[in-house]
């Protein structure tokens, strides 16, 4: 048994690899990106608009609902990264129930990326909402002493972003796949289904985690005179 | 549990370009095509809330202008009333200064036919007065009345108090002793005779009766000498009878006059 999809290499040319993880990826990337493009080629901009139109502006107006209840900003400049890291890592996990599909978010491969992307987002966000200096300043606060601490906390809740995402969806996987081995019928239907449940989960938590750093980047000063705006949540 | 950074670089990679995508694709044309459905909403609700606002106005003026018409409608009402009082006012006085006139006419007229009626009852009632005394004297005492009259005018003169008798008979010195005798009816001889003897006893001896007809008495004689006259007839009898009649016609127009004011 493959825990990541990294092993699995599907074509290799010299040195370069193509691994399971970066094909599905594309896979996932080709299939949202295709309905996206169906969907959004001929918009409505009346009040007839078709079923998956209607979706897509659920989940659309929905996503940005989100971020703005937790940033309380206007979610514009953010629904793109927030947006695409939730609808990334829903289709990710909710294709798992196709047979011979592996999800690239059981890959720590995938998820180390896509922390990453947050790591780097949340201070350019923060800089180009409040300027460097006044960014900066926030390590500083409320004494020098406390940088090595920001420091950890900065990297330690990247990598929490990282392996509970894995965690999550490769023990999902994981589960199903002892399952199938031990009670072909019943059990590993009802665990999908909680996988299926889990993935929708995960994807929500990382994408508010992630706006939730992001907002507190770019509302630390905000934060200090009006404590109540902000809650960073935790999973 | 392995990292693959060459992996981690690949879905770096693909993730940044699924944001540039999914942004291309999805959320700037669904935020698009929301923004420009909300627009044309709120378009579409100014557009009402004008067509609203317009239809209010219009009520507004509606109901400004049925005020108006009500408000001349009631100025025109009361004006004709004024004008129909005016007429009716108008008429009334009309009315009354014709009624006045044919009242006045008609009592003009009432006054004339009395007047005439008076002069035709003193005409005819004189003839017939003196008929009937005629035909009474003849018939109760066999005299005749022109007799009685020259006996009665003879009489008067003797009982004429003296100072009269002497104004009268110088009257009569002063025209040669000319006075003239006027009768209605003609005089005998005889009746002459007794005229004369009476007037020289009464008077004066040198008197000289001349006597003439006269229409405008009625059965009588009248005694003229210069300014005096001495006149016994039935003129004033029949003063007092017209007189009578004028009371009763009097009385009786005055019922008409108050029955026709009612």
New interface residues.
Partial sequence: MR??P?EWVLYSWRE??L?A??AF??LV?AL??GA??L??RR?????DISPF?NF??VL??GL?DQIRDVSRQEP?RY???V??LF??IAVSNLLSVVPGYVA?TG????T???A??VFVAVPLFGIASRGLFSYLREYLRPTPLMLPFTVISELSRTIALAVRLYGNVMSGAMIAGILISIAPFFFPVVMQLLGLITGLIQAYIFAILAMVYIASATQASHRKTEPDTQSEKES | ????????????V??????????K???G??????A??EE??HKRKAEADAEKEAAENTRQGLEADQAKLAAERKALLEDAHAEAEKVRHQLEAEARAETDTMRRAWLEQLASEQTEFLTDVRGKGADAIVEICRTALKELAGEDLERRIVAAFSGKLDAMPADVRKKVAAAGKRHDGTVTVESAFPLSKQDKQQITESLHTAMDPALKPKFEAADDLLAGIRLRADSQVIEWSFNSFLDQLTNRIEEALAGETARERRAAAE
């Avoid at chain 1, 890959?107 to 995938?110: G, Y």
């Fill in positions: 825990i990541s990294d370069l690899e691994n993880t970066i990826t594309w990337m949202i990106t996206s493009w969907a959004t918009l409505s901009e009346t009040e139109q897509l502006e659309v107006t940005a514009g629904l793109p990264f947006g695409t609808v990334f690239p890959s720590l491969s995938t180390v990326a896509l990453l992307c | 549990m392995e990292i693959n950074w060459v992996t981690v670089a690949a879905q770096t693909n993730f940044l370009i699924l944001v540039w995508l999914l942004h694709f999805l959320y044309p669904v935020m698009k095509a929301m420009a459905r044309k909403i």
